[in-house]
Nanobody
Framework: QVQLVESGGDSVQAGGSLRLSCVVSVYTDSRHCLAWFRQAPGKEREGVAIISTPGGGSSGVTYYADSVKGRFTISRDNAKNTEYLQMNSLKPEDTAMYYC????????????????WGQGTQVTVSS
């Protein structure tokens, strides 16, 4: 029912910027949470940023992992059904496969709690 498609991943030098996009086929009008996760080789998938809505299309709170706070910004364009992750001052440790995800209900950074996932887009940051 819900399809998420990420794009925007690339290989960049440290200090560079990228903007990831996630087109959501259908936004639920109920309370839900959109999030970005990332997974580096040999590591577990971790939450990066979330943006919530309490329902009815209302905007909600955003949350960022400490490792990206001040550098990454999550946003959404409801008219385009698109979620964005603006990534600035990229570091080699940001290298990972980035996934957008949707959870119905309350927001959480627990991977297993998300209902729908995109296929991922690769971000590689070179020193």
């Amino acid at each position: 029912q819900v399809q998420l498609v990420e794009s925007g991943g690339d290989s960049v030098q440290a200090g560079g910027s990228l903007r990831l996009s996630c087109v959501v086929s259908v936004y639920t009008d109920s309370r839900h949470c959109l999030a970005w996760f990332r997974q580096a080789p040999g590591k577990e998938r971790e939450g990066v940023a979330i943006i919530s809505t309490p329902g009815g299309g209302s905007s909600g709170v955003t949350y960022y992992a400490d490792s990206v706070k001040g550098r990454f910004t999550i946003s959404r364009d409801n008219a385009k059904n698109t979620e964005y992750l603006q990534m600035n001052s990229l570091k080699p440790e940001d290298t990972a496969m980035y996934y957008c995800a949707l959870r119905r209900g309350f927001c959480t950074m627990e991977v297993g709690e998300y209902d729908d996932w995109g296929q991922g887009t690769q971000v590689t940051v070179s020193s």
